[in-house]
């Protein structure tokens, strides 16, 4: 087993009395892959998969703490055997638990338990899982115990390993908890490991995005990652009146006068309340313990807030996020590819999807591609918002002539200009569902990779607006939300009837939301490939890698945000 570290010069600061207690499970981490220590540790990120599952089933096998140890000043100590010690010095800025320790003729033996099978390797173990046990060894010293050795007990083969406490080894183990604090103080968050196999099996893959971030720093061209691990879907509830509640496993659905539907919380990704619903305390509690996001709309679908997202425990990308929002010239700069990113895919949209007169189409290609190119040089945010402007007027105007015969002869979808407050049409209608739906599902993204959706870098602040959701769904409302608009339209999804009209304007009934959000999802689950990184996934997964990538660029990782533009 290989141990890549970064080369850091510097000496480690002593860790002072507000410095955090470094786990030995984090010391491990650092020599296995510094950069999972770091977004572990510093970055508070933390997801599961099936080999952090096994480990927590391992370690929670005989939970109980077992009799305290003996003072180890005691000149007669028992021969005893005691389990889940917690150990920590502010000395060596160290913290332990030890599944089991054994005192034998006054010599302390830590023992951990590992999933899993010995590995044949000449030293019994590798190096991170001997480091472990060299800071629990060192924590016992330090409390006054003689220690010398250690040990690692392998469930699933049976076998315990010897793990002598060599000088050597307390040398690395000091040397990993230093970098470890030294890589926290200076922020620097050590580089993905190159094409390791390590990461395939990694629960942090998708927070790390090690070949993406590669492949800005030598151009290696990335892996197809694998697949998600589960097939949980949001689940929509937008009837008035509408109760959620919990029985067991199941979240339990109920409307007036219809039978109760009852959905495994492990099939629910997010949970999307629309309205006057509710939802119970255990069901709450249950959501947000299993770390399902909860997105609550108006009955309009305008996004409130969002509960409960599986953010990281740290303000690291947010602060990132609010001085890169502060810094004019820096928010311009994305701004003009945001900007640019969303004509150009407004561009290629009308370019795939047109019907109309071909002469037509080459003009509105050139006069978009022009615009384009302007959004990458205007001198300001005002010039931008006009450029932005100019290119969306043209859009929607051609936007009729993406419709089939079908759809044109049917007359509802006639349109005259975008619409907003209220939508004037039923086209318009159905762009306001859409947006409002890539605004939630961007929020939500947002949130999840630890950023704030609230403070825009293009979008100023105001109360009740998700900026940042508002900017980074820019690119991404020709290929998802009008998309979705354009093939319910074309494929008949949406019938006439499905809209009320009122003086005051048009919105679409609960049947003709439930037949757009229907053709959302199914938009979400295409997989298309990945006009950088080259390897299919779904537009739902899409989403998170670009605010993962976000973070990256904001962090000051990479030098540039990569922006979702489709050929
Ligand atoms: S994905 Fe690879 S580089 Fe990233 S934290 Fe995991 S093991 Fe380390």
Not at 302 to 316: D, E, I, K, Q, Y
Not at 429 to 450: D, K, N, P, V
Request: hydrophobic residues 40%; contains cysteine.
């Amino acid at each position: 087993m290989t141990t890549e570290q970064p080369s850091l010069a510097l000496p480690a600061p002593p860790a002072g009395p507000d410095d955090q207690l470094i786990p030995a499970r984090m010391v491990n981490e650092w020599v296995y892959c510094a950069r999972l220590a770091y977004l572990e540790w510093v970055e508070g990120q933390w997801a599961a998969n099936a080999d952090t599952a096994q480990g927590v089933r391992v370690h929670a096998r005989g939970r109980q703490s077992g009799p305290p140890a003996p003072d180890p000043a005691d000149p007669a100590p028992p021969d005893m055997e005691t389990r889940r010690v917690t150990l920590a010095s502010e000395r060596l800025g160290l913290i332990a638990e030890i599944d089991v320790l054994t005192l034998t003729d006054g010599a302390a033996v830590p023992v951990d338990h590992k999933k899993g099978r010995r590995p044949h390797v000449a030293e019994g173990a590798y190096l991170p899982e001997r480091v472990q046990i060299a800071v629990q060894g060192l924590l016992l010293r330090e409390a006054g115990y003689t220690c010398t050795e250690g040990a690692l007990w392998y469930v699933e083969s049976r076998e315990r390993v010897r793990i002598p406490l060599t000088d050597e080894l307390i040398a690395t183990a000091l040397s990993a908890a230093s970098d470890l604090r030294l890589a926290a103080a200076a922020r620097h968050i050590p580089p993905p490991l190159d094409h390791s196999a390590k990461c395939i099996r990694c629960s942090l893959l998708p927070v790390c995005l090690p070949d993406e971030v590669n492949l800005f720093r030598h151009g290696d061209v990335p892996r197809t990652p694998p697949p998600p691990a589960d097939a949980a879907m949001p689940l929509y509830v937008q009837t008035p009146g509408a109760r959620i509640g919990r029985s067991g496993e199941q979240l339990v659905v109920s409307v007036e006068g219809e039978a109760d539907r009852k959905v495994a919380f492990g099939d629910v990704s997010e949970l999307v309340l629309a309205g006057p619903v509710s939802l119970s305390t255990p069901a709450l509690h249950e959501a947000v313990r299993r770390e399902i996001p909860i997105a609550w709309l108006t009955s309009g679908f305008w996004f409130l807030t969002t509960t409960g997202s599986r953010g990281p425990r740290s303000a690291v990308a947010r602060r990132a996020q609010y001085e890169a929002a502060s810094d004019i010239g820096r928010a311009l700069r994305f701004a003009r590819e945001l900007v640019a990113a969303k004509i150009r895919n407004q561009r290629t949209f009308l370019r795939r999807n047109w019907r109309g007169d071909a002469a037509e189409r080459e003009t509105l290609m050139e006069r978009l591609r022009h615009l384009t190119e302007k959004a990458v040089h205007v001198p300001d945010r005002g010039a931008l918002l006009g450029t932005e402007g100019e290119a969306a007027a043209i859009y929607f105007q051609a936007f009729p002539s993406l419709f089939t015969d079908a759809a044109h002869a049917l007359g509802t979808f006639d349109y005259a200009r975008r619409s907003r407050r209220p939508p004037a049409d039923p086209l318009n209608a159905c762009f306001s569902l859409s947006y409002a739906l890539l605004t939630r599902a961007w929020a939500t993204a947002l949130e999840i990779a630890g950023l704030d959706p609230w403070v825009g870098l293009y979008h100023t602040e105001r109360p009740g607006r998700p900026a940042l959701a508002l900017d980074m769904m820019e690119p991404f409302r020709p290929i998802l939300a009008d998309s979705t608009v354009l093939m319910a339209v074309n494929n008949g999804e949406i019938s006439p009837d499905a809209f009320v009209r009122s003086a005051g304007g048009c919105a679409l009934t609960p049947v003709g939301r439930r037949a757009l959000i229907a053709g959302w999802e199914r938009r979400l689950d295409q997989e298309l490939s990945h006009p950088v990184f080259g390897y299919q996934l779904s537009m739902r997964r899409m989403l998170h890698v670009q605010a993962r990538l976000l973070v990256r660029y904001l962090t000051g990782e990479i030098s540039s945000y990569p922006h979702y533009i489709p050929r």
